[in-house]
């Protein structure tokens, strides 16, 4: 599997920890950073970056506001292009202050930190739980990336009725339930997450 981490150079400790720390989940997980793509002559850095974009399958956009004035217009277009499809991962982590909320696919995206406070105002035990929580997604989508793609149902001549899944899951496997409900909307199948619709007292029976 194959790992983009896109960002501006003010983050580059940042994402050499990163880096190894995908890497260390395992063996042939492979990640590249823009910290080669800016090695190369000015001239062949768009294409190289594109191309990077192109064949990774999971695509980590450092979102600072440095990041998001200084990109060109292909990434975002891209990276727009990448969020619907099924065989993209594209997993933002906000890293400084922005003002993102104007970008769809960002915002369609899953964040991280999940309540979109920048990690870089966390205190250090709070940005390890964050990190801690993104690189268990990584893990999961590792593991299940052999697993067969749902199918889309073709539609016939007749009402289409619109399918919902109900995604029950114990407390530690919230972020592999995040990320299930994530790939069936892909496929244009509606989930819903217990901690998401259920308030305290309701009935869950009425409610499913």
Excluded at 2 to 17: A, L, R, S, T, W
Excluded at 159 to 171: G, P, T
């Amino acid at each position: 599997m194959k790992v983009y981490i896109d960002h501006f150079p003010d983050e580059d400790n940042f994402v050499k920890n990163l880096a190894q720390r995908i890497k260390s989940i395992k063996d042939d997980i492979s990640v590249h950073t823009f910290l080669e793509v800016r090695q190369k002559s000015e001239r062949e850095i768009d294409k190289l970056t594109k191309n990077l974009l192109d064949t990774s399958e999971i695509i980590i956009p450092i979102i600072s506001g440095n990041y998001l004035s200084a990109n060109e217009k292909f990434v975002y277009d891209l990276l727009s292009d990448f969020s619907e499809r099924n065989n993209k991962y594209v997993l933002p982590i906000i890293y400084s202050p922005s003002d993102w909320s104007s970008m769809n696919w960002l915002v369609k995206s899953k964040v991280f930190p999940k309540d979109g406070t920048p990690i870089s105002e966390l205190d250090e035990n709070t940005k390890e739980i964050v990190l801690n929580e993104f690189i268990q997604t990584i893990r999961n989508i590792v593991t299940n990336n052999n697993v067969k793609p749902i199918s889309r149902p073709t539609p016939n001549s007749g009402s289409i009725r619109k399918k919902i899944v109900f995604i029950s899951h114990y407390h530690d496997d919230g972020d592999f339930a995040e990320l299930l409900k994530l790939q069936l909307e892909k496929h244009g199948i509606t989930g819903w997450i217990d901690s998401e619709r259920l308030k305290i007292g309701q009935d869950w029976r009425a409610e499913i």
